[in-house]
């Protein structure tokens, strides 16, 4: 009815001054089956009339039932009877995420990790040489490859741009596709420009191998250390 307390107050205020009846009506007082049903109930042709109260927010299948009782109260010949209560229902079952992840302890090939939705990013990755390095966030797993691709002269100038199966550059020269659009958001590796593109893991980890392939690097050969939070 109202935007904000003062207008509240305001018609609080107006009510008073004119000592109307200020009330939420019921809305279907005007329909054809509820005025027949007043008409009913004033001329005693229902019987005794019984009042249930309920509330709507139990169970569905609680609500349903006090509402045949109801209806079996009003309509009904005789007392009413509770119907049979029906089954509960079975609990929904939440949909597979994926695979769990392993142990914290344990480093798992990234030709093979596949996290499961809304899990955090592993804490480190290990490539080829030994080299590690730190993930903090999802594209991490993004950065740290370009830059040891780099270190190990595996990835240059000459070998970008490096793009996905559908031709959206991962990897580049400058932060700029062919069409002339820039990177949504560009990250600064080295002499060369990483898309950072979507946030998820399934995706980053999939972007992340599809680099290495590109160069030459088998992604069974680098590792990820999965969190144990």
């Given at each position: 009815?109202?935007?904000?307390?003062?207008?509240?107050?305001?018609?609080?205020?107006?009510?008073?001054?004119?000592?109307?009846?200020?009330?939420?009506?019921?809305?279907?007082?005007?329909?054809?089956?509820?005025?027949?049903?007043?008409?009913?109930?004033?001329?005693?042709?229902?019987?005794?009339?019984?009042?249930?109260?309920?509330?709507?927010?139990?169970?569905?299948?609680?609500?349903?039932?006090?509402?045949?009782?109801?209806?079996?109260?009003?309509?009904?010949?005789?007392?009413?009877?509770?119907?049979?209560?029906?089954?509960?229902?079975?609990?929904?079952?939440?949909?597979?995420?994926?695979?769990?992840?392993?142990?914290?302890?344990?480093?798992?090939?990234?030709?093979?990790?596949?996290?499961p939705t809304k899990t955090p990013p592993p804490s480190q990755i290990r490539f080829p040489d030994g080299a590690t390095s730190p993930v903090s966030r999802w594209h991490d797993l993004k950065v740290a490859v370009v830059r040891w691709l780099q270190e190990a002269d595996k990835l240059g100038p000459s070998d970008c741009p490096v793009c996905t199966a559908g031709g959206i550059h991962l990897v580049h020269t400058s932060p700029v596709h062919d069409d002339g659009g820039p990177f949504r958001v560009p990250i600064e590796v080295g002499a060369l420009w990483l898309n950072k593109g979507a946030l998820t893991g399934d995706i980053n980890t999939r972007m992340a191998r599809r680099i290495l392939s590109e160069m030459g690097v088998d992604p069974a050969t680098v590792h990820v250390l999965p969190r144990s939070d």
């Open positions: 009815m109202v935007r904000s307390s003062e207008q509240a107050n305001d018609l609080i205020d107006l009510v008073e001054k004119q000592g109307n009846v200020f009330a939420v009506t019921y809305n279907y007082t005007g329909y054809p089956m509820v005025k027949q049903a007043r008409h009913m109930v004033r001329e005693g042709k229902l019987g005794d009339m019984k009042v249930v109260e309920f509330g709507l927010r139990g169970p569905e299948h609680e609500t349903v039932l006090k509402m045949l009782w109801l209806w079996r109260g009003n309509f009904a010949v005789g007392e009413p009877s509770l119907p049979t209560p029906l089954p509960p229902k079975e609990p929904r079952r939440k949909p597979d995420s994926g695979p769990p992840l392993p142990p914290a302890d344990e480093w798992v090939a990234l030709s093979d990790f596949d996290p």
